[in-house]
């Protein structure tokens, strides 16, 4: 069986965002602070020992600046699948900055992550987040059969693992068995 290792990206900057005042999804543009950077170069030294042959990442800016960093490091091409994307706070993209988010995370926390029953809220539960990340995960370890790294976010993680406080680009990774029926 291939070996998944998952990695939250680095620190993001969303000061190029925040300043131009874009809503929602554009945040989804932004690039890594200058420590974000330090924490993709240490995190790919760490993960040189992995001997990784396959490096996926999230379409987001945060996550391909990480994993064009670690993929240099460790001389992996990227892919990208948009399956490994961010939670989705707002299925329209609609929210205006991070007081909305964390308002929308705070609603997810109290719910445990689903929806209530019989209720539609506009957040993404977390049981979709798992369910399009292995399917993602699924379609990249069919096509190799050594260890697979995958930059992604942190809802992403949790959704996989049931790991929460994922630090940024951490000197932490986290190893996905596609067997496991996850946390939830």
Request: no cysteine.
């Given at each position: 069986?291939?070996?998944?290792?998952?990695?939250r990206?680095?620190?993001?900057?969303?000061?190029p965002?925040?300043?131009?005042?874009?809503?929602?999804?554009?945040a989804?543009?932004?690039p890594?602070?200058?420590?974000g950077?330090?924490?993709a170069?240490?995190?790919?030294?760490?993960?040189?020992?992995?001997?990784?042959?396959?490096?996926?990442?999230s379409?987001?800016?945060?996550?391909?600046?990480?994993?064009?960093?670690?993929g240099?490091?460790?001389?992996?091409?990227v892919?990208?699948d948009?399956?490994?994307?961010?939670?989705?706070?707002?299925?329209t993209?609609?929210?205006?900055?991070?007081?909305?988010?964390?308002?929308?995370?705070?609603?997810l926390?109290?719910?445990d992550?689903?929806?209530?029953?019989?209720?539609?809220?506009?957040?993404?539960?977390?049981?979709?987040?798992?369910?399009?990340?292995?399917?993602?995960?699924a379609?990249?370890?069919?096509?190799?059969?050594?260890?697979?790294?995958?930059?992604?976010?942190?809802?992403?993680i949790?959704?996989?693992t049931?790991?929460?406080?994922t630090?940024?680009?951490g000197?932490?990774y986290?190893?996905y068995?596609p067997?496991d029926?996850?946390?939830?």
């Amino acid at each position: 069986m291939t070996q998944i290792y998952l990695v939250r990206h680095g620190e993001p900057d969303y000061a190029p965002i925040d300043s131009r005042g874009w809503p929602g999804m554009a945040a989804d543009s932004a690039p890594l602070t200058a420590l974000g950077v330090k924490q993709a170069e240490e995190l790919a030294d760490l993960l040189s020992g992995i001997q990784a042959t396959y490096l996926v990442s999230s379409p987001f800016t945060r996550a391909l600046h990480s994993a064009a960093i670690i993929g240099h490091r460790l001389a992996l091409g990227v892919r990208v699948d948009y399956d490994l994307r961010d939670w989705l706070p707002d299925h329209t993209g609609s929210w205006r900055g991070v007081a909305d988010v964390r308002a929308v995370h705070a609603e997810l926390e109290a719910y445990d992550g689903e929806w209530p029953e019989g209720l539609q809220r506009p957040w993404e539960p977390l049981s979709r987040v798992r369910e399009r990340a292995r399917a993602a995960l699924a379609r990249h370890t069919a096509s190799t059969d050594g260890p697979v790294l995958a930059i992604t976010h942190a809802m992403v993680i949790r959704a996989l693992t049931g790991e929460t406080g994922t630090p940024y680009g951490g000197h932490e990774y986290y190893r996905y068995d596609p067997a496991d029926d996850g946390p939830l």
